[in-house]
């Protein structure tokens, strides 16, 4: 057989030894690099499940039969037109010029803060309050916040909005 064969033989054959041989060596190349490129990866953190729950039936209501709507009275609390109440203006009246005292508390022995005098409007932001046989609310002078304190109502006069 070595004789005979011609020589495009022995390249076809030479070719498929260093085909074969390249072909060897890149497996083993392969098996050899692999581990290598399998290094650790970092640990992916683990994946987050939410809970939703099943959506829910509406409940169907049977619209009740109409009924007749009366007309609401008033509240009790409610003042009168013209009567003193909280968020009302008063005007002190009837000192004979001596002047208001607006205390610290509703009391007559309460020390007084300064003196309110006739004429002068304050606007109601508290009270009333039963003390001493008097009734009280707390005034505050709309034009200077400092100007407050409880008053006894025999003195103030209910004046309307400005």
């Given at each position: ?42 640990a ?25 709507i ?70 505050t ?22």
């Amino acid at each position: 057989m070595g004789k005979n064969v011609s020589p495009n033989y022995k390249v076809i054959l030479g070719s498929l030894f260093l085909a074969g041989f390249l072909l060897c060596t890149t497996f083993i190349y392969i098996l050899w690099i692999s581990p290598n490129l399998s290094m650790p990866q970092p640990a992916q953190p683990a994946s987050a499940l939410t809970v939703i729950p099943a959506p829910t039936s509406t409940p169907r209501f049977v619209t009740p039969s109409p009924v007749p709507i009366s007309p609401t009275p008033p509240p009790t609390n409610t003042p009168l037109p013209g009567t003193i109440a909280l968020n009302t203006y008063v005007q002190i009246t009837g000192t004979g010029g001596d002047g208001l005292r607006l205390r610290v508390s509703p009391a007559l022995s309460s020390d007084p803060l300064f003196l309110g005098y006739d004429s002068e409007v304050f606007l109601v932001t508290g009270g009333p309050s039963q003390e001493d046989g008097y009734t009280w609310w707390f005034l505050t002078a709309p034009y200077d916040q400092t100007r407050s304190g409880w008053a006894v109502v025999n003195y103030l006069t209910y004046v309307p909005s400005p």
